[in-house]
């Protein structure tokens, strides 16, 4: 039995989505953290994963953040300044728009996102949802 659970961002709800024909259908939250904070670049499977954030200023993205890993989007930032300088990772590439970000993964297989469940389409697959 899968148990789903969703958090409520302004009467929607925040997803993780990947395209359709990705191989991963399910993410735990550590493998999340993982992937939007630079220490694994891969799905389990083993494929290239491409995170997508949405650009600096976005309601959307500062709720994704405190959601995953607890912090202000300042905090985030700060750390990827760091982690940058060092070398050992890249920041997720930013789109400007949900929109943006849903073309990009209907285009690229090993895209992941965050946007709005009723933004999903039929071109994408709900790999995680956030619980309150």
């Known amino acids: ?6 958090f409520s961002v302004k009467g929607e709800d925040l997803v993780l989505v990947v395209n359709k024909n990705n ?3 399910i993410l735990k939250k550590t493998q999340v953290i993982d992937l939007y904070m630079g220490k694994f670049v891969a799905f389990p499977d083993g494929s290239k994963a491409i995170p997508i954030d949405l ?3 976005s309601e959307t993205k500062a709720t994704f953040y405190k959601l995953l890993v607890g912090m202000p989007l300042a905090r985030v930032n700060a750390y990827w300044s760091r982690v940058k300088f060092s070398g050992r990772a890249r920041p997720p590439l930013e789109t400007d728009s949900q929109d943006e ?5 209907q285009e690229n297989e090993f895209a992941i996102a965050y946007i709005h469940e009723s933004n999903v389409t039929d071109d994408l ?5 956030f619980d309150e």
Request: charged share 20%; glycine share 4%; no cysteine.
């Open 1 to 6: 039995m899968l148990l789903t659970l969703s």
């Open 23 to 25: 191989p991963t259908s």
């Open 55 to 57: 650009a600096d200023g």
């Open 101 to 105: 970000t849903i073309k990009f993964i």
């Open 125 to 129: 697959k709900v790999v995680y949802r």
